[in-house]
């Protein structure tokens, strides 16, 4: 037998399995001498290379720790360079345990029933009112199976307080105090209004912003009047059983509140939609229009404000806004900004200082994708548009705005109404242009030279949820250079007018884009100082303050300067502007798939 193979104490057995007969000597096993001597173990290579991935492996999940490590898992923070804007911090909501100003005036009131007064109490927190407003709600929701269940009624869209920086920016509006007092004067005195429908969704919001107001204002400041009529979706009932109590418990006196809900179906197919909903909103202008004193708000205190609203997402911030800039301003008539997605909203109202439409409208086809223009016609309007710097227009509405509230009363006498029908002795084309009711708030506020008219951009209003929450927020001016926030006013209208005339027919379901002319803006009247207020019931008229005896040897410019020292402070005449001609009419008329500017928002 041969003798057996000298195998090397870590090669495998299967290795040496012989492909051929073993030789009859033999095999030497090669090593160093060196070693040899040494009795040093031989390990083979890959041995070597396992040992050596083990190790990067181990120095790779290292580096990576190292990678991951946040720096701020150290007692150390390392400076950021100087050329690297840092994120501003997010500013976390205050405890709301205490009131913002505890020196406001006003009790709180609890109703003790029918006939049974009122328990009082002094003002709560932002905390106290809504821990009050969470069981009212929720009791009206239990009693109403036709609120839907995805409105989370408690959690707004915006932020229920005012961050510190706001607070600054608007601590003018708030009232003085001296000596534990308010400092006669500088208290407000603001008619909050809307006619509305279909708003249960958005009440969560409404209700926080009147709350954060009345904590921010003073209680006594807020005279809150609704009409609520047509909805399904439990708005009446919430607004009913929830809304009074609530404004009560918060400060707001009981005679300061106006509501209607639940009020009777309008028969629209049978009525002129615009004079129909021009007495709505002179209904809901009853405080004003009804009262004996209409210069002055319930407790006998002159109107500062009023604010009206459509059914829009806005929060404390977003009034707030238009009130800070209608006063620093000094304009008469304040508007946000509305969107139907990418769209501008309130397209059949908004006529900028060209006189031209804010969007062009009808939208091309082949426009429907891009995005939407603004102020084609008005490049200078553009260029502050895109600053979110306010800017002089000549009529709008936009979801909300502030208004100078000396037009509604006497002389003036303004309010909400239709366009005056072509007399027999009138050509058609001749008449005054046929447009929304809101419309002619800012053109009847021209003709007793009334024309400051704002729109701030960054005010942003919506309609739906989802666009509140990706388009509905507050956005700050962005002055720059020779950008600066101030407006240069004009004291003249544009030489034309864009008019969309609604059909003078009965009946809801018509369209005022149809037609298209230019109309003369409004001739600057004075009204007679005795000129009578409209008696209640008269809706939806001002031919007596345009029948009123001018002289018409008064009707020169520096009018518009001199109607201003009898409801505020004069202002420096400004020269008035030079306006483009008037615009070409577009020729396509495709509209966005399925949405078009409410001709009566």
């Not at 492909?19 to 000597?25: D, I, S």
């Not at 101030?486 to 864009?498: A, G, L």
């Not at 884009?513 to 008696?535: A, K, M, Q, S, Y």
């Amino acid at each position: 037998m041969g003798s057996p193979i000298s195998r090397h104490p870590h090669t495998p057995a299967f290795a040496h399995a012989p492909a051929f007969p073993a030789p009859a000597f033999p095999l030497p096993v090669r090593t160093s001498s060196r070693r040899r001597r040494r009795g040093v173990r031989i390990w083979p290579p890959r041995n070597f290379i396992r040992v050596g991935l083990f190790f990067s492996a181990l120095l790779f999940l290292f580096a990576i720790w190292s990678l991951a490590s946040s720096k701020w898992r150290t007692s150390h923070t390392p400076a950021r360079p100087a050329r690297v804007r840092a994120q501003r911090p997010i500013v976390p909501p205050p405890r709301n345990d205490s009131r913002a100003e505890p020196r406001h005036p006003g009790v709180s009131r609890i109703p003790l029933g029918h006939r049974h007064g009122y328990a009082e109490a002094p003002l709560p927190s932002l905390r106290q009112a809504f821990d009050f407003l969470r069981p009212l709600i929720n009791g009206v929701r239990d009693r109403t199976p036709a609120v839907p269940a995805e409105h989370d009624l408690m959690s707004p869209i915006f932020p229920p307080f005012l961050t510190p920086a706001l607070r600054e920016r608007y601590a003018h509006l708030a009232p003085r105090f001296e000596n534990g007092a308010v400092v006669p004067g500088t208290e407000k005195r603001i008619l909050m209004v809307a006619v509305c429908k279909q708003v249960a969704g958005m009440l969560a919001d409404w209700f926080a912003t009147y709350t954060v107001l009345a904590d921010f204002l003073g209680p006594e400041s807020l005279v809150v009047s609704l009409v609520e009529g047509g909805s399904d979706d439990g708005s009446g009932e919430l607004l009913a059983g929830a809304l009074r109590e609530h404004l009560l418990f918060i400060g707001v006196p009981p005679e300061n509140i106006f509501l209607q809900t639940n009020t009777p179906p309008l028969d629209w197919e049978h009525s002129h939609r615009i004079e129909l909903l021009a007495r709505m909103r002179n209904d809901a202008m009853a405080p004003i229009f009804e009262s004996d004193t209409p210069h002055a708000a319930p407790d006998g205190k002159d109107w500062t404000h009023v604010v009206w609203h459509n059914d829009v997402y806005f929060g404390a911030g977003h009034v707030l806004e238009l009130l800070h800039q209608h006063e620093t301003q000094d304009s008469d008539i304040t508007c946000g900004w509305d969107h139907a997605g990418k769209w501008f909203y309130d397209g059949w109202v908004g006529r900028d200082m060209s006189g031209d439409l804010y969007s062009p409208f009808p939208v091309p086809k082949e426009d429907e994708e891009k995005p939407a223009k603004f102020f084609p016609s008005s490049p200078a309007t553009r260029e502050r548009h895109d600053r979110l710097l306010p800017y002089q227009v000549f009529s709008g509405w936009n979801g909300m705005l502030v208004i100078n509230p000396a037009p509604f009363a006497p002389p003036y006498n303004v309010r909400f109404r239709r366009g005056i029908p072509r007399r027999p002795d009138q050509r058609e084309g001749e008449e005054e242009c046929q447009s929304s009711e809101s419309m002619f708030i800012s053109w009847d506020f021209w003709r007793y030279g009334f024309g400051r008219v704002l729109t701030v951009p960054g005010v942003h209003l919506t309609y739906g949820k989802g666009d509140a929450r990706t388009r509905g927020w507050l956005e700050m001016p962005r002055p720059e250079g020779r950008y600066r926030e101030d407006v240069d006013w004009v004291d003249s209208p544009p030489s034309k007018v864009r008019c969309h005339d609604w059909p003078d027919k009965i009946g809801k379901a018509l369209w005022a884009w149809g037609t298209v002319r230019w109309t003369d803006p409004p001739e600057l009247e004075i009204p007679h100082p005795n000129t009578p207020r409209p008696p209640p019931g008269r809706k939806s008229t001002i031919k007596g303050a345009i029948d009123a005896e001018t002289d018409d040897e008064t009707k020169a410019e520096s009018s518009s300067i001199e109607r201003r020292e009898t409801a505020t402070a004069p202002k420096e005449k400004v020269t008035p502007a030079i306006v483009s001609e008037t615009p070409e009419e577009e020729k396509l008329i495709v509209a966005p798939q399925g949405w078009a500017p409410d001709p009566t928002s």
